[in-house]
């Protein structure tokens, strides 16, 4: 059973930095891949990026390619997300998830969950 723990969220201003952690257990194949997603509150749950780790490769949505950074420690078996710039309406409940190679942008796709870490920017 693959297990997923996030941690790093808490409360910073405008303009801060974070570094969201996603630890796995359970890890089964370098076919998965790991994704981070956000919710906030009334809205529905948005992916962010996603990381291959079988050979690293990065995909990012729109939104944040430009402040977000996915990343990965195969002897840790963790995924990271380094989050510059933050803005308030970054603020919301952030998720990693477990998926394989056809894991996507879409919520579906993704078979494990973590119970996700609040993430509040203030202005």
């Known amino acids: 059973q693959v297990q997923l723990v996030e941690s790093g969220g808490g409360l910073v201003e405008a303009g801060a930095s974070l570094r969201l952690a996603c630890t796995i257990s359970?890890?089964?194949?370098?076919?998965?891949?790991t994704g981070w997603f956000r919710q906030a509150p009334g809205k529905e749950r948005e992916f962010l990026a996603r990381?291959?780790?079988?050979?690293?490769?990065?995909y990012y949505a729109d939104a944040v390619k430009d402040r977000f950074t996915i990343s990965k420690d195969s002897a840790k078996n963790a995924a990271y997300l380094q989050m510059n710039s933050l803005k308030p309406e970054d603020t919301a409940v952030y998720y990693c998830?477990?998926?394989?190679?056809?894991?996507?942008?879409?919520?579906?796709?993704?078979?494990?969950w973590g119970q996700g870490t609040q993430v509040t920017v203030s202005s």
């Open positions: 998830a477990q998926g394989d190679v056809y894991s996507d942008h879409r919520v579906r796709s993704y078979r494990n």
């Open positions: 990381i291959v780790w079988s050979g690293g490769r990065t």
């Open positions: 359970g890890f089964t194949s370098s076919r998965d891949v």
